[in-house]
């Protein structure tokens, strides 16, 4: 398994995605889908403004700037793959910092609409995940439309800032199932081999995921 910054990102806000597009079919399940879908879009918001950070010099991502400076000197002497494995105690900004760094430091315009929806978002993921919330039958339906919201800024703002995203979002958290593979790998013609078969199935399965519309 490998995610980087990008690939856990734009996973997060197709989970975000995915939940809340189920939402209106649901006679049951509706909490816990929004539930996800609150903290997927937390984490992708989180992830991302990271990333962004990253790209525009690492050291911006990480909360000691001489820690980082540490352990990038014990990555070089040690033949080590990243300042992480080099000081697995180093810590990465808070989302917060992460926006105000995003603002001041590499000078991104973030509207005052999308960090309104960030506050609220992360308000609500927070009483979720220290505490408990009860939301009245209105009140849920405020948080749907708002998650709504920031899923749809979160997206147009990292379109813009980080190309790709929404092509990204169509292929992630692509599934086949075994029995799919075993299955499809049956009407294959005699003569090809299993490599070629299994490339061939996922080409064509892939193809087919990528037509979803957004």
């Known amino acids: ?10 996973d997060s806000l197709k989970a975000s995605y995915d939940c809340l597009s189920k939402l209106e ?4 399940g509706v909490e816990h889908n929004v539930k996800d879908a609150l903290m997927h879009l937390n984490h992708a918001n989180e992830i991302l403004f990271k990333l ?12 000691d700037i001489s820690k980082y400076m540490k352990a990038k000197s014990d990555m070089l002497k040690n033949g080590k793959s ?15 910092n992460a926006l105000n760094r995003i603002e001041l430091l590499c000078d991104i315009h973030v509207s005052e609409e999308f960090k309104g929806a960030l506050d609220y978002l992360n308000i609500k993921r927070n ?3 220290h505490y408990e919330i009860e939301l009245s039958e209105d009140d849920l339906y405020e948080l749907i439309e708002k998650l709504k919201i920031c899923q749809n800024l979160s997206v147009n703002f990292f379109n813009e800032h980080l190309q790709g995203i929404s092509v990204l979002m169509e292929a992630s958290r692509f ?19 299993d490599e070629d078969s299994y490339l061939d199935y996922m080409e064509s399965a892939y193809e087919d995921e990528g037509e979803g519309k957004w």
């Open 1 to 10: 398994m490998q995610f980087n910054l990008l690939t856990n990102g734009v």
């Open 25 to 28: 079919d649901l006679a049951e």
């Open 52 to 63: 962004i950070l990253k790209n525009e010099k690492e050291h911006l991502m990480f909360e």
């Open 82 to 96: 990243s300042v992480i494995e080099a000081n697995p105690n180093l810590k990465t900004v808070s989302f917060s």
């Open 127 to 129: 009483q979720i995940m």
């Open 175 to 193: 599934e086949v199932t075994v029995q799919d593979y075993l299955d499809d790998m049956g009407q294959y013609a005699a003569g090809k081999n």
